[in-house]
C-alpha cells in the first residue's frame, strides 16, 4: 500500500507556459537514440570514478520485468495524469495521439520492460536532501546544467535527457547510495504541461515525496532490483522500448566510444551478460567484424592504431599554463583501412572520426588522445551537446577575455590538424637510392680496381687554366628530321541532302540554376541561420540543407521553416521534403535566406542544388 505523501506530481504551472511533445533537451538525441544512449550513459559512469579507488568503473546494464500488480511506482495516479494532458490537448491531433495511446498502453501492459543502469566503483549522488545544491539535484531537476567539472565527459548538463528517449513513457527512475552514506530513490517523466481539476502543472512529472517532489530517502519498502549495498548510481529506464538487437547495438557503441578507456583499463561494461574489457575487446572487435557485410567495420581499424601503429607526440603550449599539453597520434598502414582517425579525450571516451584528408599517400587508420588535461578542458567546452567535433564561435562582438580565449582555442586546433596533416603525408614510402647496371659502360669505364697507367700525363699548368668564353655552335637538321604538322583541309562541297528542320521542335530546356558561394551565420539569440548564396548560373533551383560536422562527414537535418528576405520584407518559401523552393536566382546577385532547424544545436551548413 503506497502511503498518501508518496505518489506522481508536477509544479503548478504559474507563469502559463507551454511545452509539447518536443522537449528541448531530449531534442539534441532524437536523430540516433540507439547511440545517443548507451553513450550518454557510459559517459556519466566514467565521470563519476571515485579517485580513491583502485579499478576501473564498472557499469551494468541489465533488462528485467516487473509484473504490474507487483509495482510499487503508484501507475494509477501516472495513468490520470497522461489522461489529464491528452485532455489538454484535445485540439492538437499529433499530441492528443501520442498521449492517447501511452495512456492505454499503461492500463493494457500486464508485464513493464525496465532497463536497469548501474555503476560501481564511483562516488554516487551527493546532496540527496538538498533543494539548490548536489549532483542529485543536477540531475534530477535540472536542465541545461551540471556540476561535473570542465573537461569532464559531459559538462554540458544535456546528455542526461537522452535515456528517455529509450522509454515508451518518457520515464527515468533514479536511485543513489552516496560517500556520505545518503540514499535516494525518485523517478521523473518529462511529458507535456497539463490541466487538471481547474489548475495548470508544468511538464516534468515527479514519482516520490509529493510535497516539495522530494527523494524517497528510505529504501526499505522498494522492490530488491531497485536498492543498492554498494556506493553508486542507478538508472532505471521504466518501460524499455528498444527492440530484441539493443544489446548488439549497445556493445558496439560502447566499444567504438569508449575503446581507450578500456584499452587502459579505466572500464568494465557488462550488457546484459556480455563483459567488455581489456581482456575481451580483442575477441569482441571480431565478432562486431563477423556480423559486417563486408567484414570489416572502423573499431578494428581504431584498434590496430591504437595497440600498432607509430606513434607521435605534439606538445601544445597554452597562454597561463607553465606545463606543455601533449597530444598523443598513432598512424597504421592497411589496404582496407577507411583514411580515419578517431579522436579522443584522456578521459578514454571519442569525440569524432576525423576523416577529411585530401589525397593521403596511402590507406591508414589513426587514434588520437588530447593528453594533456588544460587542454582537455579548453577543447571541451567547445564541443556541441551530442560532443560530435570541435566548433570555435569567433564572435568579434564578445568580450575581449572570450574572444581572446576563442582565437587561442582556434589556432590551436589547426596546428593540431596540421600536424596531422603532416604525419598522414610522411607514411608514403621512402623511395631507395638503388644502383644499376648499364649494359656496355663496363668496356669504357676503368674499374674500382684497375692500376693501369693514364692515357695521358696532365700537367700541373694546364689544371690551372681558366675556361673565359663558351661558344655555342647550333646545328641543322635536314628535312627528314623536322617533324611537321599538317591541316587538315576542309571539304568545301555542300552536302547534297541537307536534314530537313524539325516540324516538332522540342521546348528549350529550362534554365537550371547553380550556386557558387555559400555563407551561413548562426543567430544565437533568435535561433536561426542567416545563408547568403551567390548564383554562378541564372535559373529555377531546388536548394537542399545538409549540416557538415568537423569529421567533414554531411548530416541530414530537419527544416522547420525558410523564409526569403526581399529588401526589408521577409517572404516565405514552399518547403517540401525538406527541399527549399523552387527559387528563382539571378546570376550573382546575392540572395540571404532565413532558415530555422528543429534542432537546436548549431552546425555549419552546408548547401546544395538538387
Not at 549497445?250 to 568494465?268: Q, R
Request: glycine share 6%; proline share 5%; hydrophobic share 30%.
Amino acid at each position: 500500500m503506497i502511503e498518501n505523501k508518496i505518489g506522481w506530481s508536477s509544479a503548478e504551472n504559474a507563469d502559463n507556459s507551454r511545452s509539447g511533445l518536443n522537449h528541448a533537451g531530449i531534442e539534441n538525441f532524437k536523430d540516433n537514440p540507439l547511440y545517443h544512449v548507451p553513450r550518454e550513459l557510459t559517459q556519466d559512469a566514467l565521470d563519476a570514478k571515485d579517485p580513491q579507488k583502485d579499478g576501473p568503473v564498472l557499469l551494468e546494464f541489465k533488462k528485467f520485468t516487473l509484473k504490474k500488480e507487483e509495482n510499487f511506482l503508484d501507475l494509477e495516479g501516472f495513468s490520470g495524469i497522461v489522461g489529464a494532458i491528452r485532455d489538454t490537448w484535445a485540439k492538437d491531433p499529433k499530441t492528443y495521439k501520442h498521449y492517447e495511446k501511452m495512456y492505454h498502453s499503461i492500463d493494457h501492459e500486464e508485464e513493464l520492460a525496465i532497463l536497469g543502469v548501474r555503476d560501481f566503483n564511483t562516488i554516487g549522488l551527493s546532496d540527496v536532501t538538498s533543494d539548490d545544491e548536489g549532483t542529485w539535484n543536477s540531475l534530477v531537476k535540472s536542465s541545461g546544467h551540471s556540476d561535473k567539472p570542465a573537461g569532464s565527459n559531459g559538462s554540458r548538463g544535456l546528455g542526461k535527457h537522452a535515456p528517455f528517449l529509450a522509454s515508451k513513457y518518457n520515464m527515468v527512475l533514479y536511485g543513489t547510495l552516496n560517500k556520505q552514506g545518503e540514499t535516494g530513490f525518485q523517478g521523473v517523466a518529462k511529458l507535456a504541461t497539463y490541466k487538471k481539476e481547474g489548475k495548470k502543472y508544468r511538464e516534468n512529472i515527479y514519482f516520490g515525496i509529493k510535497e516539495g517532489y522530494k527523494p524517497i530517502t528510505n529504501l526499505s519498502s522498494l522492490p530488491d532490483e531497485f536498492k543498492r549495498e554498494k556506493v553508486g548510481t542507478d538508472k532505471f529506464i521504466f518501460g524499455f522500448n528498444f527492440d530484441e538487437k539493443w544489446k548488439d547495438n549497445f556493445v558496439k557503441v560502447i566499444v567504438e566510444n569508449f575503446l581507450l578507456a578500456f584499452h587502459e583499463e579505466k572500464l568494465i561494461v557488462n550488457v546484459d551478460g556480455r563483459e567488455i574489457s581489456k581482456e575481451t575487446l580483442p575477441g569482441i572487435i571480431d565478432e562486431i567484424c563477423r556480423d559486417e557485410p563486408s567484414g570489416q567495420h572502423i573499431i578494428k581499424e581504431f584498434y590496430t592504431a591504437l595497440t600498432k601503429g607509430k606513434d607521435y607526440t605534439l606538445d601544445i603550449n597554452i597562454n597561463g599554463v607553465v606545463e606543455k599539453q601533449p597530444v598523443l597520434l598513432y598512424l597504421a598502414k592497411g589496404d582496407e583501412f577507411s583514411n580515419t582517425i578517431s579522436m579522443n579525450r584522456s578521459s578514454g571516451m571519442k569525440i569524432f572520426n576525423k576523416d577529411n584528408f585530401r589525397k593521403p599517400p596511402v590507406r591508414f587508420a589513426g587514434f588520437l588522445t588530447i593528453k594533456g588535461p588544460d587542454l582537455n578542458e579548453k577543447l571541451s567546452e567547445t564541443e556541441t551537446a551530442t560532443h560530435k567535433g570541435w566548433h570555435v564561435n569567433i564572435n568579434e562582438n564578445s568580450e575581449d577575455e572570450e574572444l581572446q580565449k576563442n582565437k587561442e582555442i582556434k589556432k590551436i586546433i589547426e596546428k593540431i590538424d596540421k600536424w596531422i596533416s603532416k604525419n598522414v603525408h610522411e607514411l608514403a614510402p621512402k623511395i631507395k637510392k638503388e644502383s644499376i647496371d648499364l649494359i656496355g659502360v663496363e668496356q669504357i669505364l676503368p674499374k674500382k680496381s684497375d692500376k693501369s697507367e693514364p692515357l695521358a700525363e696532365i700537367s700541373d699548368e694546364a689544371l690551372k687554366e681558366k675556361i673565359k668564353s663558351i661558344k655555342i655552335v647550333p646545328l641543322s637538321f635536314s628535312q627528314r628530321e623536322i617533324l611537321k604538322t599538317k591541316k587538315k583541309k576542309r571539304n568545301k562541297n555542300p552536302n547534297p541532302n541537307p536534314t530537313p528542320p524539325n516540324p516538332n521542335p522540342k521546348p528549350p530546356k529550362e534554365r537550371k540554376g547553380d550556386v557558387s558561394t555559400v555563407r551561413s551565420i548562426y543567430d544565437e539569440i533568435n535561433g536561426f541561420y542567416k545563408v547568403v548564396i551567390t548564383p554562378k548560373v541564372a535559373g529555377s533551383v531546388k536548394l537542399q540543407i545538409q549540416a557538415k560536422g568537423e569529421n567533414g562527414r554531411f548530416v541530414d537535418i530537419s527544416l522547420k521553416n525558410v523564409k526569403l528576405r526581399k529588401g526589408n520584407q521577409l517572404m516565405s518559401v514552399s518547403l517540401t521534403d525538406n527541399l527549399i523552393g523552387p527559387l528563382e536566382l539571378v546570376k550573382e546577385d546575392r540572395c540571404e535566406l532565413q532558415v530555422t532547424l528543429n534542432e537546436l544545436a548549431p552546425y555549419s551548413l552546408e548547401v546544395k542544388t538538387v
